[in-house]
């Protein structure tokens, strides 16, 4: 089957791995021939891994680090950090197949509910419960894709390849510059050739991150329901045994002498995506390089997670948070954009920087105005508003709520007004409105940036 990527560079890629299988203590040697890489800025986040990475250098465990500032708060910065050559995927290569598969849903070719028949000779073995099932049996895109990206199924991934296209997932690292990343083969499979294995870095994954979590080559709706599979991820040795209550949606991969954790940490208003890999060189046994390389992973995530709690003092905040302030903070975070300024309400100009911001939200429809034509830029945004506002965002993310009850059950429900009433009865069954403990919602109260904060993080996480 023919490839975009040359064949010569793909030998030279298995030129790269064979050294790995064959020299002992390969991230050493590594460390003295390929030099650490590290994007000029960013020194304090620099300064928190690095020690990490160096430690494990000198323990014979190849290490490779790369963050982006996906929020502006840290100015866009981006970093690299460790020996950032090839590295064998395990299953972080399914990243790319799902990517690949969510832009054939927008192009109308593929539709999630659509169902492929798995067959018996399909089942593979490793992670995931679908090879449990009996077979023949039809199944939808959408639970093969959530199983492949929340269990790591195996089964399911290969089902994909075949509906997907090897081609097309190449077609899309091309379209996106990644200049490593390559799926050639499929779980379990041989690669008699090098342009038939699996290869990815640090680099490349976090590129194709930055690329979904920015919309670039999705539609909103794809971007977001990658991003809904990765945060309920049942994978929790490295990540999420590292921050098992922290809003982070990621993707693991363990193979032989490798372990890896990517994704995303959103802490609102800092939210990054990370790559973190690892390879073990000091062992060939797969529990042995796991037990040693996940606490690796671990560390890193608990560094840079740290990091950003240190940068982020808003959540004790009492001062009110705006309606504006509100629809800036949440539209980056749905993956919402548009290019068109909004002169519907009459206070929102122009030239105002927050009109795209409000034109994105309102055609979302997760923003309405005010009394007399108005968005009310800088008026305090009331908890009955913030509610509102959220449960719309959560339903243009999750889809629409159902099965809520007809009764609220807050003291003083009589004060909600009759535009939020439904609302709060949606947001009342998610359970992200529990209230004070005196049992009052306090609707009309202005909501703080701190409570606005963790609505937003609710989005993905609403049980936290």
């Known amino acids: 089957m023919k490839r975009s990527k040359p064949l010569l560079w793909k030998v030279m890629l298995a030129g790269v791995l064979s050294i790995v299988a064959v020299t002992p203590h390969y991230g050493k040697a590594s460390a003295a021939s390929s030099p650490a890489i590290s994007s000029v800025g960013w020194s304090e986040l620099t300064d928190v891994i690095k020690p990490i990475i160096d430690l494990a250098n000198k323990a014979g465990i190849r290490v ?75 199944v939808t895109i959408d639970r093969l894709a959530r199983l492949m990206i929340t269990q790591s199924d195996n089964t399911a991934t290969n089902v994909l390849i075949d509906a997907v296209g090897l081609d097309n997932v190449q077609k899309v690292m091309d379209q996106l510059g990644l200049k490593v990343m390559h799926l050639g083969r499929k779980m379990f499979a041989s690669a008699p050739t090098p342009e038939q294995d699996n290869y990815i870095n640090a680099e490349d994954l976090a590129t194709l991150l930055e690329n979904i979590y920015k919309g670039s080559f999705l539609s909103d709706k794809s971007r977001n329901q990658i991003i809904s599979w990765m945060s309920a991820q049942e994978v929790n040795t490295k990540f999420g045994a590292a921050l098992p209550d922290a809003p982070i949606a990621h993707k693991t ?39 040693i390389g996940n606490p690796i992973v671990q560390n890193v995530a608990k560094a840079v997670y740290g990091y950003l709690l240190n ?53 979302a429809g997760i923003v309405n105005g005010v009394a007399s034509g108005r968005f009310g830029l800088d008026t305090p945004i009331s908890r009955a508003e913030l509610i509102s506002m959220y449960v719309r965002a959560y339903e243009y993310v999750h889809g629409e709520i159902s099965g809520y009850s007809s009764e609220l059950s807050y003291k003083d429900s009589d004060e ?23 049992g009052t919602v306090r609707p009309s109260q202005q909501a703080t940036r701190a409570e606005s904060l963790k609505m937003v993080e609710r989005l993905w996480f609403p049980n936290n």
Do not use: C
Not at 91 to 107: E, G, N, P, R
Not at 282 to 290: E, L, M, N, V
Not at 417 to 433: I, R, T
């Open 64 to 138: 490779s680090v790369g963050v982006r500032d996906l929020s502006g708060a840290y100015g866009n910065e981006k970093i690299l950090l460790g020996d950032d050559s090839v590295y064998k995927p395990a299953s972080t290569i399914k990243l790319a197949l799902v990517s690949a598969l969510m832009q054939q849903v927008d192009s109308g070719t593929k539709k999630l509910s659509d169902t492929v028949k798995v067959e018996p000779e399909d089942v593979v073995g490793g992670t995931g419960s679908l090879q449990k099932e009996t077979f023949p049996q039809d």
């Open 311 to 363: 940068g982020d003092s808003s959540s004790g905040d009492s001062t009110p948070l705006t309606r504006a302030d509100f629809v800036k903070l949440i539209v980056p975070v749905l993956g919402l954009h548009s290019s068109e300024r909004d002169y519907s309400f009459t206070d929102v100009t122009a030239d105002n920087p927050l009109a795209p911001y409000i034109a994105a939200a309102k055609k």
């Open 253 to 291: 991969g363990e193979n032989a002498n490798v372990t890896h954790d990517v994704g995303y940490f959103l802490v609102p208003g800092h939210e990054i995506a990370i790559s973190v890999m690892t390879e073990v060189n000091t062992t060939t046994d797969f529990d042995t390089a796991q037990k």
């Open 416 to 438: 909600i007004a009759a535009w939020a009433h439904e609302s709060l009865l949606k947001a009342q069954h998610l359970g992200v409105a529990k209230g004070y403990p005196d």
